[in-house]
């Protein structure tokens, strides 16, 4: 079975768990007729407003609403590559009321930039469920002189270093899949990070910087009216939303499929209930039908599964990472 089909199977098998689970059944569980949640919950986004983050969060959010009985509170916590939210979150109560986005920063990449993290991903947290995962998409500015991939590494290769890149901050998914990149197709290129995607964006857009790798979720409508140029995706195969697209491996650039991922997590030593409830009603969002058209239209895949499929998810991809990141050199303290 592919990943793909686990992936179906799961969500199918979360939703119809989640149909037979009582009331009555839950109240039992999490302590009779108080049960959580008895208040509103925090939901941090280690981003500022308006990226792919924090879009996802707010739809998936909305969408667990009614059947958690109270309302989800967005809050954005942006700094430190994704560490003040994760500390927040890793020192808060663990009774279910503070939850967070994590993303690769957090569960894949810290741990290898940081000398001194102030959390420990693989014991400091309760792993929820994954979200989604979704390609990146390698983009330029239109008024800057390549049309393909090609162009681009062709310039890169006769003027090493001289071509900027923007990310949404140093240690992002799109800063470290720029450093993948650069490593497979054998170029050099300079790194502006922002404090965020938006004005990242923005300036790739005014042409103060030519290019960057960049979620599909926040990208695409600026890509399908020409306010940017999509040069290649760093998916398997190529997407639905940009059929036209080629994927890096066929532009040239073996070895360097990029997505980003995201899950939920909480602090380490929530109720068992709390997790498999909230896990429960996180996969029923991803599988309600106005949250997947949203994926489908933003090109993302469901990750919907079970805790302990998130965790692993999240070990796997911070050994990987941890190789990518030891030769490129990066560290962040």
């Known amino acids: 079975m592919d990943r793909r089909q686990w992936l179906a199977r799961t969500a199918a098998a979360a939703a119809a768990t989640g149909g037979i689970f009582s009331h009555t059944a839950w109240a039992q569980a999490a302590g009779g007729s108080s049960a959580w949640p008895r208040q509103s919950l925090r939901w941090l986004v280690p981003y500022p407003p308006g ?37 927040q979150v890793a020192a808060a109560k663990a009774d279910g009321y503070t939850i967070m986005s994590a993303d690769n920063a957090v569960l894949a990449f810290n741990e290898h930039l940081f000398r001194k993290l102030p959390f ?19 983009v330029v500015n239109p008024a800057f002189p390549v049309q393909t991939l090609a162009q681009l590494l062709q310039r890169a290769r006769a003027q090493p270093g001289q071509i900027n890149y923007a990310s949404p901050g140093n240690g992002s998914p799109h800063h470290l899949a720029m450093e993948l990149f650069q490593q497979r197709a054998g170029v050099r290129l300079t790194h502006v990070p922002y404090k965020g995607a938006a004005p990242a964006v923005a300036d790739v857009m005014g042409g103060q910087l030519p290019c960057m790798f960049l979620d599909l979720a926040a990208g695409l409508p600026l890509m399908q009216t020409g306010k940017l140029r999509a ?7 190529r997407l639905a939303a940009l059929p036209d697209v080629p994927t890096l491996a066929e532009a040239g650039v073996s070895g360097a499929e990029v997505y980003a991922f995201q899950g939920v997590l909480g602090p380490a030593g929530m109720p068992d209930a709390v997790v ?11 599988a309600s039908p106005a949250v997947q058209l949203r994926m489908q239209e933003l090109g993302m895949e469901s990750l919907a599964g079970t805790p302990t499929q998130f965790y692993t ?21």
Do not use: C
Not at 57 to 84: C, D, H, S, Y
Not at 231 to 237: E, I, M, P, W
């Open 120 to 138: 420990q991903p693989a014991k400091d947290f309760s792993y929820i469920g994954g979200i989604s995962r979704f390609p990146l998409v390698l």
């Open 51 to 87: 990226g792919g983050t924090d879009v996802l969060a707010r739809t998936v959010a909305e969408a667990m609403r009614p059947a958690l009985g109270q309302a989800v509170v967005i809050e954005n916590k942006p700094g430190a590559a994704t560490n003040i939210a994760a500390q």
């Open 231 to 237: 040069l290649a995706v760093g998916s398997a195969q």
């Open 313 to 333: 998810l999240a070990r796997e991809e911070a050994r990987r990472w941890g190789a990518i990141i030891a030769q490129a050199g990066v560290r962040l303290d």
């Open 276 to 286: 498999q409830r909230l896990n429960t009603l996180l996969n029923q969002a991803l």
